[in-house]
């Protein structure tokens, strides 16, 4: 079988340096908000190019902390409308709704996944404060033009980069186009820990210090509370893992981006679509997503054939039960992706014949 991601594969390939990093961080006695987190944040803040990046307990909360600062700056209040894509991890809409803020869904175009520039303006109202673009599979989204209709209405752009650590779009990183960014380094992400943890990247200086006090009991010195706060922060194991996994990650990338050139040149079946890529440092493919109307069919096909798939996602979240204030709601190019979508097995690790196996098995589709 050809697994989707082994995460234990990709563990033992750090080794014997991860033992070796989580036995420092267990003798060293000091487990939370010491010099793992410090020499982790100011190592990815510099790989981003932004200036601050602040620790925090996982990706939902990075964008929450986000918001709750603006409000506390004054900047954003409970109740305002957050534009988000409406096909995305549920985490996304979560991270708005804790904060107090209304998403407002839009649409994607096809041929990216991600949300549409064009469709974005039509829903701007005297009480929207932000659009949240994610950068979905791993593909940057159309940050150019979010970020133009953004100044012209003074928005702020929060990006969602938890499928999209390190990819670079017209030589800027993301985490870097807008005010603010939320990383997950969920296990599975392309910097992942072993456990929960995210990260909020920005420039703004007040920003960053609101979200670290706000993710901590809103305390700004040992038990003093200026502010209402919540409990999330970044442990000192999973920072120095990170730590450690941030040295590979742009030759993980590139590998990944190896690998979707390969599926996207070999792969030739007229029932299956891929997506197009004409910038290919635009995505560090987090997920290599093909379309097909049959897909239960093709999934069931290719686990008999060998080969390990998995669905991003099988339920658009305006049509998930949590959701039901939503469920009114059409959106059909969201409904479509999230009918027709099918990931093909995408590691670092897959080597080349692998990868010639899933093209044939795919190919072999009727
Ligand atoms: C994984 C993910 C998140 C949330 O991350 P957690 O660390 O699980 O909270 C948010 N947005 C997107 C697009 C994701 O893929």
């Known amino acids: 079988m050809i697994p989707y991601y082994s995460l234990q594969h990709i563990s033992n390939s750090f080794e014997p340096a991860l ?74 809409i979560v991270g708005v709704l804790r904060a107090g803020m209304k998403p407002v869904l839009c649409e994607p175009t096809l041929d990216t996944c991600n949300i549409d520039p064009t469709k974005i303006e039509a829903l701007i109202t005297n009480r929207t404060c932000a659009i949240l673009p994610v950068h979905l599979y791993g593909r940057c989204a159309e940050m150019e033009q979010i970020v133009e209709i953004a100044n012209r209405h003074q928005l702020k752009v929060i990006e969602d980069c938890a499928q999209a650590h390190g990819a670079i779009r017209h030589g800027k990183r993301v985490g870097n186009w807008g005010d603010a960014a939320g990383f997950s380094f969920y296990p599975s992400k392309n910097l992942g820990a072993l456990g929960d943890a995210g990260g909020v990247v920005t420039n703004n200086e007040e920003l960053a210090k609101l979200v670290r006090i706000l993710a901590n009991y809103g305390s700004s010195a040992k038990y003093v509370h200026d502010y209402m706060g919540i409990n999330s922060r970044l442990d000192e194991m999973q920072a120095a893992i990170l730590r450690l996994k941030l040295a590979r990650l742009d030759a993980d990338n590139q590998r990944r981006r190896e690998i979707a050139q390969r599926y996207s040149a070999g792969i030739h079946n007229p029932l299956i679509r891929i997506l197009s890529n004409t910038v290919w440092s635009d995505n560090v493919f987090h997920i290599y997503p093909v379309f097909t109307p049959e897909r239960q069919r093709l999934q069931e096909f290719l686990t008999s054939q060998g080969v390990q798939t998995l669905i991003h996602y099988p339920i658009p979240p305006h049509q998930q039960k949590a959701m039901s204030e939503y469920s009114a709601l059409s959106l059909p190019v969201t409904e479509q992706i999230h009918r027709e979508e099918l990931s093909l097995p995408m590691s670092p690790l897959l080597t080349d014949e692998e990868v010639d196996a899933v093209i044939a098995a795919v190919n072999r589709f009727v």
Do not use: R
């Not at 990075?62 to 985490?91: H, R, W």
């Open 19 to 92: 033992s070796q990093a989580i036995q420092q961080v267990t003798q060293s006695g000091w487990y939370l908000q010491g010099k793992e987190n410090q020499q982790f944040e100011q190592a990815f803040a510099e790989y981003c190019g932004a200036k601050y990046c602040v620790g925090v307990g996982n990706g939902v909360d990075a964008l929450s902390l986000i918001f709750m600062a603006y409000q506390t700056m004054g900047a954003m209040n409970k109740g305002d409308e957050v534009i988000v894509p409406a096909n995305t991890c549920i985490a996304t």
